[in-house]
């Protein structure tokens, strides 16, 4: 079975994002970009399911700006045996919408013909939380979402899904699409060998022309603006400082 | 010099970096209060190194290493830099001088020591004799076949955790017109052998966690088999082999000093005083422009300095400007961020004060900064009869 994994290239999660002047969304110039964390999740699971044996092949594919090949390349020292990029911009501040992404991915699928693919549950950087379910419209396959726990036997996989108030375990038929939470496992740092190994691993590129998708967005961002600052915290020495504050506050 | 980094050492950097964040940065305080790496914090980093292929990676592939360049190795030591050099220790780098192992010795010291089965540390300094390693007081006699050494040396890095220790020792004197001179061996000692003690040293304000220690040789007996190199040819194994250590430090400073500035620019951007963010009064912004200039400047030259190594072009000028202007730098910019704090700066609430202390022994060991300065001037004016 091959499993494809699509990772996205997104702001780093240790940079304190800046809001562009004019509001228009997020400054990128000079920023460090990263791996969507949920994604890293997605590979380490995809790796040990080759590891377990379940799997025979991680193909990792990157939508987005030319510079999405150093995230692909991160996924191949992590493991992935072989990577394929997607061109759909030359502007790193245009996101490429879930529904672009989503039938690029399909047109992949075609061509690749996983028995599995595995995506974050959403990117950190626009919190959309809805490419793997428009994939598996598009497809006509199922969907498990927000995994804590997946388990591949035969034509079906077993996924518990982090959901509000609890778990739930759901059993899905094969060939799925499965989007992962948090919780689902620890992602591996690269390796040195794995680092020295990723060159050297296949990066078919591609654009979106490729697929005859047509990636104009859809949406309009109306404006963007900070979070509302909190103030600052105070330490309390004692218990019954911490009391006193409190009634001060007007909170107990 | 090629300009910029490959992909590969792109990735080098980022994953040194996130093992520094995520397995060093957590354990720093519990260091810092207590002087102490837990034997089982030491051991977890130590395994996940070895496990991540990262461990000895300054040793070639020859002996089942990684074989990173110069340079790639200063990158590992820059992101290295960035955290406890206590913690850091186990994210093993064992001397490279151990290449000069011969016969029996690779099994016995190379390979374990970068198997990360035995850890070693490397004893030049004595109470007598620092910058003046020539002026060596430590000495082994010839006794039937073998040498008995005598003598004291002090300030040895990670002797508490080294399982043997490589040593320079004086082994005999020769005339030359310039007076008498020590001719000098190198050997390895085993933890443990007979006549050879490892006690505390003294306490530094630098650097808490990573000891340094005393050890002392009461007619400790040698074989000949515990020669490295040859016999009277140490300076030559310390000339080959200890030359690029200086770009060790320079580096680290550099990793060092760009988390301190990540703090300052964060204060100076966030603090405000007399109604706006101190970083809009230019006292403040202009620190920040000089701390960043002269950060990218004593990185720049530490990594040309490693790219000459690569080339193998002659270095030991580019390795001592590094050197001395990368902990000098360190002083600068701990100093200035301390500022840049307020009163906050000095107090342990934050890790300035950590900084700045640890800074200031990056200008002392492995050659004070005066004698970087006559290395590089020497260079320069002996060429010139000067
Ligand atoms: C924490 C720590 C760890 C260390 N770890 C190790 C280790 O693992 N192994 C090891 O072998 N050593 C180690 N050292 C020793 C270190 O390399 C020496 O401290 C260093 O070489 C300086 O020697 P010294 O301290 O004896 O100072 P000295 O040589 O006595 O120097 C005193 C002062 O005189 C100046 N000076 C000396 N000669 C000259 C000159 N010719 N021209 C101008 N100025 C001069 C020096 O610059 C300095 O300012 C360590 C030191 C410290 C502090
Ligand atoms: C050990 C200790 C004991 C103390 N004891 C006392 C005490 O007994 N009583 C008491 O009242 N206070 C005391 N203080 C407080 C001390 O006076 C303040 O720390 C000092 O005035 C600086 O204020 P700050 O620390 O809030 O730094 P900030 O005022 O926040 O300064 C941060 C940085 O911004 C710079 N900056 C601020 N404004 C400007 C400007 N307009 N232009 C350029 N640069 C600017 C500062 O120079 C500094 O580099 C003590 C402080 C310490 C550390």
Same mark, same amino acid.
């Given at each position: 079975?091959?499993v494809?994994v699509p990772?996205?290239?997104?702001?780093?999660y240790?940079?304190?994002?800046? +809001?562009?002047?004019?509001?228009?969304? +997020? $400054?990128?110039?000079?920023?460090k970009?990263?791996?969507?964390?949920?994604d890293e999740?997605?590979?380490?699971?995809?790796?040990?399911?080759?590891?377990a044996?379940?799997?025979e092949?991680?193909?990792?594919?990157?939508i987005?700006?030319k510079q999405?090949q150093?995230?692909?390349?991160?996924a191949?020292?992590?493991g992935?045996?072989?990577a394929?990029?997607?061109?759909?911009?030359?502007d790193?501040h @245009?996101?490429?919408e879930?529904?672009?992404?989503?039938?690029?991915?399909?047109a992949?699928?075609?061509?690749?013909?996983?028995?599995?693919?595995l995506?974050?549950?959403?990117?950190?950087?626009?919190?959309?939380?809805?490419?793997?379910?428009?994939?598996?419209?598009?497809?006509?396959?199922s969907?498990?979402t927000f995994?804590s726990?997946?388990?591949?036997?035969?034509?079906?996989a077993?996924v518990?899904?982090?959901?509000d108030?609890?778990?739930q375990?759901?059993?899905v038929k094969?060939?799925?699409?499965?989007s992962? $939470?948090?919780?689902?496992?620890?992602p591996?740092?690269a390796s040195?060998?794995?680092?020295?190994?990723?060159?050297?691993k296949?990066?078919d590129?591609?654009?979106?022309? $490729?697929?005859?998708v047509? +990636?104009?967005?859809?949406?309009?961002?109306v404006?963007?603006?900070?979070?509302?600052?909190?103030?600052?915290g105070?330490?309390?020495g004692?218990?019954?400082?911490?009391?006193?504050?409190?009634?001060?506050?007007?909170?107990? | 010099m090629?300009?910029g980094l490959t992909?590969e050492?792109?990735?080098?950097?980022?994953t040194v970096?996130?093992?520094?964040?995520?397995?060093?940065?957590?354990?720093?305080d519990?260091v810092e209060r207590?002087g102490?790496?837990?034997?089982?914090?030491?051991?977890?980093i130590?395994?996940?190194t070895?496990?991540l292929g990262f461990y000895?990676c300054?040793?070639?592939?020859?002996v089942?290493?990684?074989?990173?360049?110069?340079?790639e190795?200063?990158?590992?030591e820059?992101?290295?830099?960035?955290?406890s050099?206590?913690?850091n220790h186990?994210?093993?780098r064992? @001397?490279?001088?151990?290449m000069a192992?011969?016969?029996e010795?690779?099994?016995?010291y190379?390979?374990p020591?970068?198997?990360?089965?035995?850890?070693?540390?490397?004893a030049m300094t004595?109470?007598?004799?620092?910058?003046d390693?020539?002026?060596m007081?430590?000495?082994?006699?010839?006794?039937g076949?073998?040498?008995?050494v005598n003598?004291?040396?002090?300030f040895i890095?990670g002797?508490e955790?080294a399982?043997?220790?490589?040593?320079?020792?004086?082994?005999?004197?020769d005339d030359?017109?310039k007076?008498?001179?020590?001719?000098?061996t190198?050997?390895?000692?085993d933890?443990?052998?007979p006549?050879?003690?490892i006690?505390d040293?003294?306490k530094?304000v630098?650097?808490?966690g990573y000891?340094?220690m005393?050890?002392?040789?009461d007619d400790?007996?040698?074989?000949?088999?515990?020669?490295?190199g040859?016999?009277?040819?140490?300076f030559e194994?310390?000339n080959?082999?200890?030359?690029?250590?200086r770009?060790t430090?320079?580096?680290?400073?550099?990793g060092?000093?760009?988390? +301190?500035?990540?703090?300052a620019l964060?204060?100076?951007?966030?603090?405000?005083?007399?109604?706006?963010?101190i970083?809009k009064?230019q006292?403040?912004s202009?620190?920040?422009?000089?701390?960043?200039?002269?950060?990218?400047a004593a990185?720049?030259?530490?990594?040309?300095a490693?790219?000459?190594?690569?080339?193998g072009?002659p270095?030991?000028r580019?390795i001592a400007?590094?050197k001395?202007?990368?902990?000098e730098?360190?002083?600068r910019v701990t100093?200035?961020?301390i500022q840049?704090h307020?009163?906050m700066?000095?107090?342990? $609430?934050?890790?300035?004060?950590?900084?700045w202390?640890?800074a200031?022994?990056?200008r002392?060991?492995?050659?004070?900064s005066?004698?970087?300065r006559h290395i590089?001037s020497?260079?320069?004016?002996?060429?010139?009869?000067?």
């Amino acid at each position: 079975m091959k499993v494809l994994v699509p990772v996205k290239r997104v702001i780093d999660y240790n940079v304190k994002v800046r +809001v562009k002047a004019d509001g228009s969304g +997020v $400054d990128l110039a000079n920023v460090k970009m990263s791996m969507n964390p949920f994604d890293e999740i997605a590979i380490e699971e995809a790796i040990r399911l080759k590891e377990a044996g379940k799997a025979e092949e991680v193909i990792a594919v990157s939508i987005g700006v030319k510079q999405a090949q150093e995230t692909l390349r991160t996924a191949l020292a992590m493991g992935a045996d072989r990577a394929i990029l997607v061109v759909a911009s030359d502007d790193v501040h @245009q996101d490429i919408e879930p529904l672009a992404v989503a039938k690029i991915l399909a047109a992949v699928v075609k061509e690749e013909q996983p028995g599995l693919v595995l995506c974050g549950k959403q990117a950190i950087d626009n919190d959309m939380n809805a490419t793997g379910q428009m994939l598996s419209a598009l497809l006509g396959w199922s969907q498990a979402t927000f995994a804590s726990e997946v388990g591949v036997e035969g034509d079906h996989a077993v996924v518990t899904r982090e959901v509000d108030g609890g778990l739930q375990t759901i059993k899905v038929k094969m060939p799925t699409i499965i989007s992962v $939470d948090l919780r689902l496992n620890e992602p591996r740092y690269a390796s040195l060998p794995n680092i020295m190994k990723a060159k050297k691993k296949p990066l078919d590129e591609k654009t979106a022309a $490729d697929y005859g998708v047509d +990636v104009t967005p859809r949406l309009s961002v109306v404006k963007t603006t900070e979070p509302a600052a909190r103030a600052a915290g105070i330490k309390v020495g004692s218990v019954d400082e911490l009391v006193s504050k409190l009634k001060e506050a007007g909170l107990v | 010099m090629q300009y910029g980094l490959t992909e590969e050492q792109e990735m080098i950097v980022s994953t040194v970096r996130s093992f520094v964040e995520n397995e060093i940065y957590p354990h720093e305080d519990l260091v810092e209060r207590t002087g102490e790496v837990p034997a089982e914090i030491a051991a977890e980093i130590k395994r996940k190194t070895i496990d991540l292929g990262f461990y000895a990676c300054n040793f070639p592939e020859s002996v089942g290493c990684a074989g990173l360049s110069h340079l790639e190795f200063a990158l590992v030591e820059r992101e290295l830099g960035r955290g406890s050099m206590a913690l850091n220790h186990f994210f093993g780098r064992p @001397q490279n001088i151990l290449m000069a192992c011969q016969g029996e010795q690779i099994e016995r010291y190379l390979m374990p020591a970068v198997r990360g089965d035995r850890m070693d540390a490397l004893a030049m300094t004595e109470p007598g004799a620092g910058s003046d390693v020539r002026g060596m007081k430590c000495s082994a006699r010839r006794d039937g076949g073998d040498w008995v050494v005598n003598g004291t040396k002090h300030f040895i890095s990670g002797a508490e955790h080294a399982d043997f220790v490589i040593v320079f020792v004086a082994t005999g004197e020769d005339d030359t017109p310039k007076g008498p001179k020590k001719r000098i061996t190198c050997f390895l000692v085993d933890r443990g052998h007979p006549g050879f003690t490892i006690r505390d040293g003294y306490k530094s304000v630098s650097h808490r966690g990573y000891k340094n220690m005393i050890l002392e040789f009461d007619d400790c007996r040698l074989p000949d088999a515990q020669v490295l190199g040859e016999v009277d040819g140490g300076f030559e194994v310390m000339n080959t082999w200890l030359y690029a250590t200086r770009i060790t430090v320079a580096t680290m400073c550099v990793g060092r000093a760009r988390r +301190v500035f990540d703090y300052a620019l964060d204060y100076a951007a966030t603090r405000e005083q007399f109604g706006q963010k101190i970083g809009k009064f230019q006292g403040v912004s202009f620190q920040i422009a000089d701390m960043i200039t002269e950060i990218d400047a004593a990185d720049l030259l530490t990594l040309a300095a490693a790219d000459r190594l690569d080339k193998g072009l002659p270095a030991n000028r580019e390795i001592a400007s590094a050197k001395l202007y990368a902990s000098e730098m360190l002083a600068r910019v701990t100093d200035a961020a301390i500022q840049v704090h307020g009163g906050m700066g000095l107090m342990d $609430d934050y890790p300035l004060e950590r900084f700045w202390r640890d800074a200031r022994v990056e200008r002392i060991w492995d050659g004070t900064s005066e004698i970087q300065r006559h290395i590089i001037s020497r260079d320069l004016l002996r060429a010139l009869g000067a």
